[in-house]
């Protein structure tokens, strides 16, 4: 059966986006059931804010070298947080009183877990989100849930207003997002660009079957096997063109 469903993806991304790193994850199991995480490393935003935080200590006349200064950073970055951290984020706060009263959303969101986990020895601390559902319908619905409360909420994307379809069949997988609005055309355009060219979107797809072709829009292909594709997204060239940005992979 295909399943088709439109929306915009990025609003669950945006407060991650913001963390500059971010990794999706899809995993499509044979009968029907899979995984959808989306995560960010939070280490290297903050090592940016204390850089400069780091620089403003050091004394008037006095230099620091940059092996120094990186261990200061360090200290600085992980002050806060224990040598490991392995939590589970409740979602109790963010619910609306018209999202509690919805069975089908509170059951996604019965399936949703939000975590944040890593450690100092690791090198990252990762905040985000897994959710596992039953059938690609429920998939659908999941997306589509995050979509229509980032609406009602009026969360600002950086990457602008986009249109997202979303359509899977037995034997392909495909993602066509159209970008309007676009950040340059408001007086805030400029700041937004800046900030996509700090950030970087990792999207991984694993599947049950193995990958006959892939063919993208706006995405650089980074790693390929039987049944995973691993792709970059070209943030900054996507704003920057009138086309839309695509993902299309067919099965054998």
């Not at 059931?33 to 939070?42: C, D, L, Q, R």
């Not at 230099?63 to 109790?92: C, G, H, N, R």
């Not at 690791?122 to 589509?144: A, P, Q």
């Not at 359509?167 to 996509?196: C, Q, W, Y």
């Amino acid at each position: 059966m295909k399943l088709s469903l439109k929306l915009s993806f990025f609003a669950c991304l945006v407060l991650l986006a913001s963390c500059g790193e971010v990794r999706e994850e899809i995993t499509f199991n044979k009968d029907g059931s899979g995984t959808y995480e989306v995560s960010a490393n939070i280490i290297p935003m903050m090592e940016k804010m204390m850089q400069s935080t780091a620089k403003l200590t050091i004394p008037d006349g006095e230099t620091m070298d940059s092996a120094a200064l990186a261990a200061k950073v360090q200290e600085m970055v992980w002050k806060d947080f224990p040598d490991k951290i392995d939590s589970v984020i409740s979602l109790d706060s963010k619910l609306t009183p018209e999202m509690k009263n919805d069975p089908q959303t509170m059951a996604l969101l019965d399936k949703t877990t939000a975590y944040m986990r890593g450690s100092r020895e690791e090198g990252f601390i990762k905040t985000g989100i897994r959710f596992g559902f039953s059938s690609n319908d429920e998939f659908l619905s999941f997306m589509n849930m995050i979509e229509e409360n980032g609406q009602k909420n009026n969360q600002e994307n950086p990457l602008g207003k986009t249109k997202t379809e979303v359509t899977i069949t037995p034997k392909s997988f495909t993602r066509t997002v159209e970008h309007v609005n676009k950040p340059e055309e408001d007086p805030s355009g400029g700041m937004a660009m800046l900030m996509l060219q700090d950030m970087s979107m990792l999207t991984v797809l694993n599947f049950p079957r193995k990958i006959d072709k892939v063919e993208v829009q706006h995405y650089e292909i980074i790693e390929k096997s039987e049944n995973s594709v691993t792709l970059k997204f070209d943030m900054v060239k996507a704003m920057k063109s009138d086309s839309k940005s695509e993902i299309r992979v067919k099965l054998k």
